[in-house]
């Protein structure tokens, strides 16, 4: 049975995992937010005010009041700064299964930033949750989040082909899962 706990904290050697707070909004607009290249490979909007961010962190804050709510502001332990945000954005409770999905702003990519985020959010996922699989996908043209979720031990599903208009072409949308009976492979 899926256990639902809400965003709780998690720390791992080089991340703190934590809810959002109002105060990160110049380190998200800095660092990953107000990029039309992240935001279009996460399939999100691009936000270039303080407004609009602050905006948004209304509707992330609002929604920690639900145990089943999931959204992570990926904090770099060394900095203090707020470089990317990871969620369970879907979370299907009779089938006890959740579905990830993160950014990490450029400047932080290939370090194994979000790599380390999306395992501990997994391990997250079945031990705190109960959750019986953890799904994840990305675009067919999304090299780097096609290297974390082979790093992060995902078995390829499936293609939805031409799923993603973008620049004038098609992209199709590549599903993985990892189940727990797997975790620890």
């Known amino acids: 049975?899926?256990?639902?706990?809400?965003?709780?904290?998690?720390?791992?050697?080089?991340?703190?995992?934590?809810?959002?707070?109002y105060t990160?909004?110049?380190?998200?607009?800095?660092?990953?937010?107000?990029?039309?290249?992240?935001?279009?490979m996460y399939s999100?909007?691009?936000?270039t005010t303080k407004e609009a961010v602050r905006e948004l962190l209304d509707k992330y804050i609002g929604s920690y009041e639900k145990e089943d709510y999931y959204r992570w502001a990926i904090i770099l332990k060394e900095t203090g700064d707020c470089i990317g945000q990871i969620a369970y954005f879907l979370v299907d409770s009779k089938n006890h299964f959740a579905e990830i999905e993160y950014c990490i702003g450029s400047a932080f990519q290939c370090r194994g930033y979000a790599t380390e985020a999306t395992k501990a959010v997994i391990r997250f996922g079945f031990e705190q949750m109960n959750l019986h699989k953890v799904q994840i996908c990305t675009k067919e043209i999304?090299?780097?989040?096609?290297?974390?979720?082979?790093?992060?031990?995902?078995?390829?599903?499936?293609?939805?082909?031409?799923?993603?208009?973008?620049?004038?072409?098609?992209?199709?949308?590549?599903?993985?899962?990892?189940?727990?009976?797997?975790?620890?492979?």
């Open 142 to 185: 999304n090299a780097a989040s096609k290297r974390v979720i082979e790093k992060c031990g995902f078995t390829y599903e499936g293609t939805l082909r031409d799923y993603f208009y973008m620049d004038g072409t098609y992209t199709g949308r590549l599903y993985f899962s990892i189940l727990r009976s797997e975790k620890g492979q």
């Open 44 to 47: 999100e909007p691009v936000y």
């Open 1 to 21: 049975m899926l256990t639902h706990v809400g965003t709780s904290t998690i720390e791992t050697d080089r991340l703190l995992l934590r809810r959002f707070t």
């Open 24 to 40: 990160d909004d110049v380190a998200m607009l800095k660092h990953w937010i107000a990029d039309e290249k992240i935001q279009s």
